[in-house]
């Protein structure tokens, strides 16, 4: 997972965890912006029966001021600055779903006829004096890195045997992957938060001498990815036209050891050789993670676009053109033009 955007209108929802995963929960985190009564109600049911509304220093100003000059709060010498629970005026039914999702669109669009009421059905909490590394923080951060207004919906991940208790440990990952929604640790998504939509960080660089001439050696991690990734560039990138790129999943049998089951380390070659003869041009080397590793790598996995710019962008390659020994990349043409050199 490396775009908080894509994330959020994929699958609509990602689940927040402890660095230590096996010792917590998970939270349900989705942006508030755009909320609609079946949205609500997949939330609810997967979490805990019913959902905060995260809100980040600006919004939570606004809902607070305006609520502070109604008469009911006035008479109450109320002046919260953590929580409220508020309801939109003018509704036939505030506790239903539908009434829910009014209510927090209401928090979010600050159309000037809009008035609440307090106390109400939905509960928002000022993520502005919650802690940096705080799930409330987190997950407004995360709404606003992917492009969002400052305010999140937030449940706590249930327990399919026993939905009145959190879900834990295994059981977590198990349900994330059930529901369609990505898992993330809470430093990973702060890193991602801080990072903006998408994040590429650079760890090491090492001038590295192939057969095929100089190469630079770039190790990048894509953010909540574990792996260290390379990118081996030739050339000068700042001058020019177009430059090949060539992305490649790892193969231990095929990269190593040069199985001819596949085409990989043929095409590793082919890359690298192109480069050369081209006088620069970039191999992107994607290490394989997670449960989905093996030896071998049969089905190419679609990279994300998004990702693989901001990494082109870091590496000053402004136009790129996909060589034919690439893996395939997810809205991007491969060039029918080159020829491979012998
Ligand atoms: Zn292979």
Redo the contacts with the bound molecule.
Sequence with gaps: MDDLAEVFAGAGALVVINDDEASGGGHLVAPAEGVTPERLVALCSRGSGTVSVAVDGAVWSRLSGELAQSAQLQTAHLKPTHLLSVDLVGQDDSDTYAGWASTISAIVDAHPGRRFASPGHVTVVNASVCPDSSVVRLAVDAVVAAGGVGAALLTRLSGRANPAEPARGREVFALATEYGYPVVTVSALQALARLGPVGVVESVSARLPLVYGMFDAVGFSTVGGSADNLALVHGDMTVGGPVSVSIHTE?P???LFG?S?????RRLDDALRLMSSQSRGAVVYFRRTGPASSM??SAAPIRSLSSLEVLFGHLGIRDITVAPTSDPVDGLPVSEEIVLPA
Excluded: I, K, V
């Design positions: 193969c049998l095929g990269d199985s089951a596949c085409t990989c380390r071998h790598h």
